[in-house]
């Protein structure tokens, strides 16, 4: 991946982490389309997708695992999540489609599995063993 573009993931990531837009990240106007299981929300505007994603993790967290690929007009961003609220600790997998204008995201398609508390973790590894983390 290119510098430029390798740099935006770095950026998404952080905006990840703690729920603030790094400067040169989103377009003033960035349209986001965020799938989650069962709904589906839309924002428009640097400020409405922080609001977005703090609404969703009010607390900052951590990316553990994260791999970013080029795509023709942009990105597209795998990544793990952690994160502590109500008490106990919480984890999410997804994956994003940044569109990039003028060297900033435009538009970004985000696609979550749910956010997984401890029981629900649990539960899963008595059942599954992975091959990967």
Known sequence: MD??????ARRFVQFLE???????????????????????????????????????HPSPGTVPRWRADATPGGFVIEFE????????QWTAR????????????AELSVYCTGD?????RTQHAA??????P
């Not at 999540?81 to 008490?87: M, R």
């Open 116 to 120: 997984w508390d401890q029981a629900l």
């Open 3 to 8: 510098p430029a573009r390798e740099a935006l």
């Open 94 to 105: 997804e994956m994003a489609r940044a569109d990039v204008a003028g060297g900033e995201v």
């Open 18 to 56: 703690t729920g603030t837009a790094p400067d040169g990240l989103f377009a003033e106007d960035v349209f986001v389309d965020f799938t989650l299981p069962l709904w589906r929300k839309q924002v428009r505007g640097r400020r409405a997708a922080e609001q977005l994603r703090r609404a969703g």
């Open 127 to 132: 059942a599954e063993t992975l091959i990967r």
């Open 81 to 88: 999540e952690a994160w502590a609220a109500d008490g106990q």
